[in-house]
């Protein structure tokens, strides 16, 4: 059995908007495999909301990116579900899905 310091880090990543992406890609990129993330999101699309101001004037629109694309590239586990609590004693969450 592999040593505590051996072990990958856990973590959870909850939220689907540009903190999310970036922090997944920061992640990525500084803990490589020695860190797994768990994407927790209620919206299967990353919509970048800076590209959503021209939409009401008919000048395009936001380009979306599938967010069970960009995890599976960067060797995360994607939950689709909103968060509900966090109980930090046990270390745990309770999303949506999982209260009802």
Partial sequence: MPSRSE?????????????????????????GPRIEITLLT???EFVPPAMTVAEPFRRGGALTYGWPQIASQ????????????VDSAEQTVLTAAVGA
């Fill in 7 to 31: 072990r990958p880090a856990h973590v959870l990543i909850a939220g689907g908007a540009i903190a999310a992406l970036e922090l997944l890609l920061a992640l990525r990129v500084l803990g």
């Fill in 74 to 85: 960067q060797g995360a586990r994607l939950v689709l579900d909103a968060l509900e609590r």
């Fill in 42 to 44: 209620a919206r299967a």
